[in-house]
């Protein structure tokens, strides 16, 4: 089945640097690739997706890029902010099934 | 995307008794699924619900422990059956539209769930 992997597993940047976490799946068939961003106590939230017809993908300071032949997907976040700080999920699609990356933590200082 | 709700946010239960969840959609959907988060993990697919059949289990799940119903296109139930400590976790129900909004899920807000 899919796995996926997600480094780092913590990321502390100071305001206004950018952060990049990255991504690798396994299962050359999996085709929509969804980031979620999670608050403490809250619900996951898609900040942003790509799919796998497409290499990247903007959203005022977010951006995805996805390299399908080396299975790897990458979330960019310039000019953080403190609103910024929470757990980052990468996920991978296969058929109807999602399948997780472990998550990063992400701290912004102000 | 949809609203979804999910009843109750929250619980602290008994070892060896069972919780039903229950997850609400005020439109209806293609597909409806259930996870479990534990404390500082990912999510993990527990199973999904499918409409007016047995719902379709992920390794390492079962149906006498995790039984679920979805009786309906907005509504779907995951009972947690017998109860132990290793069970405390966040379960959440996702929902995802192919004839609406495709392939993206959105979440419920959450069971949040603790086994004395």
Redesign the interface.
Known sequence: ?ENVEQHPSTLSVQEGDSAVIKCTYSDSASN?F?W?KQELG?????II?I?SNVGEKKDQRIAVTLNKTAKHFSLHITETQPEDSAVY?CAA?KG????????TILRVKS | SAVISQKPSRDICQRGTSLTIQCQVDSQVTMMFWYRQQPGQSLTLIATANQGSEATYESGFVIDKFPISRPNLTFSTLTVSNMSPEDSSIYLCSVEDLQGWGDTQYFGPGTRLTVL
Do not use: E, H, I
């Open positions: 089945g929509y969804p979620y809250k619900r996951p939230q898609l997706d799919r999920f699609k109807n099934k999602l399948v997780f990356g472990a998550g």
